[in-house]
């Protein structure tokens, strides 16, 4: 039986989940980084450490999905922490610029193919991930479920005229942030006599592909507070929506 705790990563082949699982492996876990393309994630998981595996898994595809779970139930027998970090910001080309994709997603005239294949990702995966892992977490003592959402997704936050950033808030990544943000409370409230705890992050905006890297911050500072939450004990919250300084309103 495996003795060390295991962590699986979504979209750990790059940007904030590449650092997630190198946090993570620094204190002490088995991480299996989580990649569509299984050579991306096999020198990620070089990059990541020895005690690092990577795994063929594309969020979308069912199949996929299932064959990764039954891989970690034979090699590995359960799973201590799951992070679902896999999200697109939309189904264009890769290298849009914030502003055409801002523009791109307003409601009048947002593609309602873009916002299926979003949703797919960054809601429909979410749900279809865990449901698949929560057998393994079940066999963990104390497991832990971080979905990486966004401030982008408060409908109070983006309510509030004084708030800069509203104007981005589309019919296609913000709402997929804000439906995210539903399946990781009413899984929280499904587990929460299991001692399983479901939270919500956001990392804040992070230079990486997501964005055409047009955000400020680290990966590093990313992965902080997604770390921090994989390894709550006992006292720590559930069903909570939150980024490094402070609970955020859903």
Known sequence: MHTKPVALVTGANKGIGLQ????????????LVGSRNF??????????????RAIQLDVTDQHSIESAAECIRIELGRLD?????????HAG?????????????????????????????????????????????????????VNISSGA?????????NNSHREMFGAIYSP?????????????????????KVNAVCPGFTATDLNNFEGTGTVQQAACHPVSLALLDENGPTGSFSNERRQLPW
């Open 93 to 145: 080309e890769p290298g849009r610029k914030l502003e055409e994709v801002g523009n791109s997603g307003r409601p009048s005239v947002a593609s309602l193919d873009e916002v299926r294949t979003v949703f797919e990702t960054n809601v429909f995966g979410v749900i279809a991930v865990t449901q698949a892992m929560l057998p393994l977490l079940r066999k963990a003592p104390a497991a832990r479920i």
């Open 81 to 89: 922490v799951l992070i679902n970090n896999a999200g697109i910001s």
């Open 20 to 31: 997630i699982s190198k946090e993570l492996a620094s204190h002490g876990f088995t991480v």
């Open 176 to 196: 997929s942030k804000t439906a995210l943000n539903a399946i990781t409370l009413a899984f929280a409230i499904e587990l929460e006599s299991t001692g399983i």
């Open 153 to 161: 997704g408060s409908l109070a936050l983006n309510a509030d005229p």
């Open 39 to 52: 050579e991306r994630g096999k020198k990620a998981a070089i990059s990541v450490g020895a005690d690092a």
